[in-house]
């Protein structure tokens, strides 16, 4: 059973600042600026900077973390934790400090807390509201202009185990710099939830020689190698779970998603809830802010199903799902905008080549930059003015849309709206 830490009063600075964080979000809905999330934060902590420690500290919290999979995994686990009792949760993806704290800013200020931390973030939030389970996912490229040094970030969560003793961390073992920055936690549940990307990951993040890999791990000659895991993905449908196998199914395609259930499973045994139990919960999420949901898509209404791709480790786990169903035509809607990162260059390192055979369309504010790479990539393609344009150009009623960031969150609004 998950226990709730004891209740403490809150500083009269805080309660002040908390007071503008609502007064402010309010005020940006209300003008269709946005959630409000992130400026009622910000200017909450301007207010009171050790607000987010005050409110975070005195609950029990899980944060998640990684490059791809943060909010997936983050919003399972707040569904098996929701088992228990009120779970807080920063679901509309602002995950730096003034979004979580933003979500722990309305009482009881002692409810448990599934947590979505941006990677660069985590030190950071996570010393100030101290988490009884940290998750890392994985590590690798993604705006490159801002979080372009893989191993930087590896090390920076690799001093952060050694700040707290008291928090769990369940990590990915395929991940070689994931590994070696859970190794200095108090305490790991090491999970294989997989690594279909290993581009960013070619070298040890201890000694800088090439790792050696195999069908069943990685090692390098100074020693670090991949940890044994106590939970795994074992099929489509199964987990390895603590030494036993239990059939695993919930609505999100793909095993990408499996893997972050498993992971998200493994965070909530910490707090008291039983696997099976977890996976129950889990069960009946179709979509995540979206991602995989199917909306209605130009003037003839075409259905899109919706999928997120924003950096090459993103791109390969889509071409796994793309390929594990019958074809059908794919658009790429591409921008470079500063939530994407400026630099699209990283386009080339995307194995493009596995989408031929499909009818493929292209659009978003780099199209051209796209255009050229699938002709590098000797893929056949179109370029269309808009997603809309490009769906009634399709030669299916069904198509996915794989978008980076901005297209995404803007193609969303305007199918749901």
């Not at 704290?101 to 950071?124: F, G, N, Q, R, T």
């Not at 201890?206 to 099929?235: F, M, Y």
């Not at 003037?299 to 390969?316: F, T």
Request: proline content about 6%.
């Amino acid at each position: 059973m998950m226990t709730s830490q004891p209740r403490r009063r809150l500083s009269a600075r805080t309660q002040a600042a908390l007071a503008v964080e609502r007064l402010a979000a309010e005020a940006s809905r209300r003008l269709g600026r946005g959630s409000g999330e992130m400026i009622g934060g910000k200017l909450a902590l301007r207010i009171a900077p050790d607000a987010l420690a005050e409110v975070g500290s005195n609950r029990l919290t899980a944060c998640v973390s990684a490059t791809n999979g943060k909010t997936t995994t983050t919003r399972l686990l707040a569904r098996a934790l929701g088992t228990l009792g009120p779970v807080k949760s920063n679901s509309g993806g602002a995950n730096m400090a003034p979004g979580v704290l933003a979500a722990l800013s309305k009482p009881p200020y002692d409810a448990a807390a599934a947590l979505e931390v941006d990677e660069i973030w985590l030190p950071k939030v996570a010393r100030a509201i101290e988490p009884r389970v940290v998750l890392l996912l994985n590590i690798s490229r993604d705006q490159l202009d801002r979080s372009n040094e893989t191993r930087r970030i590896a090390a920076l969560w690799r001093e952060l185990g050694a700040d707290l003793r008291d928090t769990v961390v369940v990590a990915n073992v395929d991940d070689p710099l994931v590994a070696w920055s859970a190794m200095t936690w108090s305490r790991q549940i090491w999970v294989s939830a997989g690594q279909n990307w290993t581009a960013d990951a070619m070298v040890c993040p201890q000694c800088a020689r090439l790792l050696h890999r195999n069908a069943t791990g990685w090692w390098c000659e100074c020693g670090l190698a991949r940890p044994e895991p106590i939970v795994s993905v074992a099929g489509l449908g199964e987990l390895m779970w603590f030494g036993r196998r239990i059939p695993a199914h919930i609505d999100l395609p793909g095993r990408v998603n499996l893997a972050n259930a498993a992971m998200a499973a493994a965070a909530a045994r910490e707090f008291g809830v039983d696997v099976e139990d977890a996976l129950a919960a889990m069960r009946g999420i179709g979509d995540v802010q979206g991602r995989y949901q199917e909306v209605p898509l130009g003037p003839d209404g075409k259905l899109a199903r919706l999928l997120l791709a924003k950096n090459p480790a993103g791109w390969v786990e889509m071409m796994e799902l793309l390929n594990s169903a019958p074809p059908r035509p794919v658009l790429i809607d591409f921008n470079s905008q500063t939530a994407d990162g400026r630099d699209p260059s990283w386009i080339w390192d995307v194995p493009f080549e596995r989408l031929a055979g499909r009818q493929v369309l292209v659009t978003g504010g780099r199209k051209e930059d796209m255009s050229v790479r699938l002709a590098y990539a000797e893929v056949p393609h179109t370029v269309h003015a808009d997603a809309e344009d490009a769906a009634t150009a399709a030669n299916d009623k069904a198509l996915d849309v794989v978008a980076n960031y901005t297209a995404f969150r803007d193609l969303l609004v305007r199918t749901t709206r």
